[in-house]
T-cell receptor
Framework: DAKTTQPTSMDCAEGRAANLPCNHS???????VYWYRQIHSQGPQYIIH???NNETNEMASLIITEDRKSSTLILPHATLRDTAVYYC???????????????FGKGTLLTVNP | EAQVTQNPRYLITVTGKKLTVTCSQN?????MSWYRQDPGLGLRQIYY???????DKGDVPEGYKVSRKEKRNFPLILESPSPNQTSLYFC?????????????FGPGTRLTVL
């Protein structure tokens, strides 16, 4: 799996958009970008994924640059409940990979302030 | 509601006393997995299962056993727990192969071994 780089922490005001960046400059053509988050001590939660087109679902939007070397997860109207560690993962789509496991890096701690 | 459930959520036990942590999913997922999460070490995979009666070791299988007799259940067994197994445990499931990387995680089991 390609390596990802994320800022250690970010702050966001409640009600504003939270934009979380991720660099994945070694991404391969068949690798997808996945985002998960983990609210303190809860199970990780899948958010969204994409290959090269921008994606949107009820939780967030994912913007992937044209060269696919970086992406941004956007939470359009952040709430206090969005305070969590956000993980960007690059994986070959629909494939187990090594040991069929998900490997999370350190992620970005997003703190949404009132 | 689609979900992964784990029981118990919290457990304090003593060294050597056999215990089982149950995991159940209601999404008819083929793939299930157990992870442990420790401060500074991230999520580490213990065991995984690609389908009924098919299980394999993850990265840290020592001291654990699993079984997959039914598609929905994937219990984690600690035959003789030791203090170094004190951790936060997560069960996960996904549909394989079509949406393998979109894993659903349980709420976690916090285990303390004295």
């Amino acid at each position: 799996d390609a390596k990802t780089t994320q800022p250690t922490s970010m702050d966001c005001a409640e009600g504003r958009a939270a934009n979380l960046p991720c660099n994945h400059s070694t991404i391969s053509g068949n690798e997808y970008v996945y985002w998960y988050r983990q609210i303190h001590s809860q199970g990780p939660q899948y958010i969204i994924h994409g290959l090269k087109n921008n994606e949107t679902n009820e939780m967030a939007s994912l913007i992937i640059t044209e060269d696919r070397k970086s992406s941004t997860l956007i939470l359009p109207h952040a709430t206090l409940r969005d305070t969590a560690v956000y993980y960007c993962i690059v994986r070959v789509g629909n494939s187990g990979g090594s040991n069929y496991k998900l490997t999370f890096g350190k992620g970005t701690l997003l703190t949404v302030n009132p | 509601e689609a979900q992964v459930t784990q029981n118990p959520r919290y457990l304090i036990t003593v060294t050597g006393k056999k215990l089982t942590v149950t995991c159940s999913q209601n999404m008819n997922h083929e793939y299930m997995s157990w992870y442990r999460q420790d401060p500074g070490l991230g999520l580490r995979q213990i065991y995984y299962s690609m389908n009924v009666e098919v299980t394999d070791k993850g990265d840290v299988p020592e001291g654990y056993k699993v079984s997959r007799k039914e598609k929905r259940n994937f219990p984690l067994i600690l035959e003789s727990p030791s203090p170094n197994q004190t951790s936060l445990y997560f069960c996960a499931s996904s549909s394989y192969p079509y949406s393998y990387n979109e894993q659903f995680f349980g709420p976690g089991t916090r285990l303390t071994v004295l």
